[in-house]
């Protein structure tokens, strides 16, 4: 089974550019988040989708961050314009369902991403 | 009170060691729960589910208190590669607002 594919793996942007990370989950997992994780930190939720749709956004700072999952498969995410605080890894996990018992996260390797 | 709190470590332990973390949660609607492993700048992955009757995986044996709100990871015979950093995940309900992540505690086995 192929896993989580997220890229780019690294990303050096200067604060204020627009940065996208793109995220293909587990073929036939309906459940996709996006998590950021800080140093020394856990990962922190962002977004969840329930196929196409966002059902959990409240973490989302909509001001600059902004996510999509056409056609309920491949996730993007995008920050415009990227402050210095945005430096983070960014996760991005999907699931059968909503992480039950039967149904665990499975992690991409992330995107690291360093804004100067 | 945060919503799952874990102590931070870091653990320094030499091999054959047992070691125990714990971890509580303040939602007592929490529905399930999970230990995940995540090595050094590498993304987090499985280790255990954590099930009412408690439950063992060979040397790591996970148990769930409802009453006190705590989840517990307690290994046995430490191997160097359990050095890592253990992340406690609480799913706070069914309707699902998502799997809550510790900020982890950290293990070091040494030789």
């Known amino acids: 089974e192929a896993g989580v594919v997220q890229s780019p793996r690294y990303k050096i942007i200067e604060k204020k550019q627009p940065v996208a990370f793109w995220c293909n989950p587990i073929?036939?997992?309906?459940?996709l988040y996006w998590y950021r994780q800080n140093l020394g930190q856990g990962p922190e939720l962002l977004i969840r989708?329930?196929?196409?749709?966002?059902?959990?956004d409240s973490q989302l700072p909509k001001d600059r961050f902004s996510a999509e999952r056409l056609k309920g498969v491949d996730s993007t995410l995008k920050i415009q314009p990227a402050e210095l605080g945005d430096s983070a890894v960014y996760l991005c996990?999907?699931?059968?369902?909503?992480?039950?018992?039967?149904?665990?996260?499975?992690f991409g390797n992330g995107t690291r991403l360093t804004v100067t | 009170r945060k919503e799952v709190e874990q102590d931070p470590g870091p653990f320094n332990v030499p091999e054959g060691a047992t070691v125990a973390f714990n971890c509580t949660y303040s939602?007592?609607?929490?529905?399930?729960f999970f230990w995940y492993r995540q090595d050094c700048r590498k993304e987090p992955k499985l280790l255990m589910s954590?099930?009412?009757s408690g439950n063992e995986d060979g040397r790591f044996t996970a148990q769930l208190n409802r009453a006190s709100q705590y989840i517990s990871l307690l290994i046995r015979d430490s191997k160097l590669s359990d050095s890592a950093t253990y992340l406690c995940?609480?799913?706070?309900?069914?309707?699902?607002?998502?799997?809550?992540f510790g900020k982890g505690t950290t293990l070091s086995v040494s030789s």
């Open positions: 954590v099930y009412s």
């Open positions: 073929s036939g997992h309906n459940t």
């Open positions: 995940v609480v799913n706070i309900n069914q309707a699902g607002t998502a799997l809550i």
């Open positions: 989708y329930e196929n196409e749709e966002a059902v959990d």
């Open positions: 996990a999907s699931s059968l369902d909503l992480g039950s018992y039967n149904s665990p996260l499975h």
């Open positions: 939602n007592s609607a929490s529905q399930s």
